[in-house]
Nanobody
Framework: QVQLVESGGGLVQAGGSLRLSCAASGRTFSSYAMGWFRRAPGKERDIVAAISKSGGTTYYRDSVKGRFTISRDNAENTVYLQMNSLKPEDTAVYYC????????????????????WGKGTLVTVSS
């Protein structure tokens, strides 16, 4: 069982930055591939970025490439999402998710592939 707690959301002006953190419970964090998803108002939950359990492989949706960076610290049981050059269309509830990974390089981008979810943190970008 893994419990995930997101933090770092808030209100920011367009062009600003935020760093989201996701703290995971348990001693096997390094066995899990992680992902950040988001649900914008009136839309479905979509992948934002994903990282393999080793941290060596990452994935980004096209709209955030070059602006967002996902990283993890397995010693601290934490995954991060650095968000720069934020746009109003980035406004959403951001969720951290985890799935037990068999491959050290595997990334998982489908909601259905994730085993555990945090409760989410709201990011609001004003224009």
């Amino acid at each position: 069982q893994v419990q995930l707690v997101e933090s770092g959301g808030g209100l920011v002006q367009a062009g600003g930055s935020l760093r989201l953190s996701c703290a995971a419970s348990g001693r096997t964090f390094s066995s899990y591939a992680m992902g950040w998803f988001r649900r914008a108002p009136g839309k479905e939950r979509d992948i934002v970025a994903a990282i393999s359990k080793s941290g060596g492989t990452t994935y980004y949706r096209d709209s955030v490439k070059g602006r967002f960076t996902i990283s993890r610290d397995n010693a601290e049981n934490t995954v991060y999402l650095q968000m720069n050059s934020l746009k109003p269309e980035d406004t959403a509830v951001y969720y951290c998710a985890a799935t037990l990974a068999t491959s050290s390089a595997g990334v998982y981008t489908r909601s259905g592939a994730m085993d555990y979810w945090g409760k989410g943190t709201l990011v609001t970008v004003s224009s």
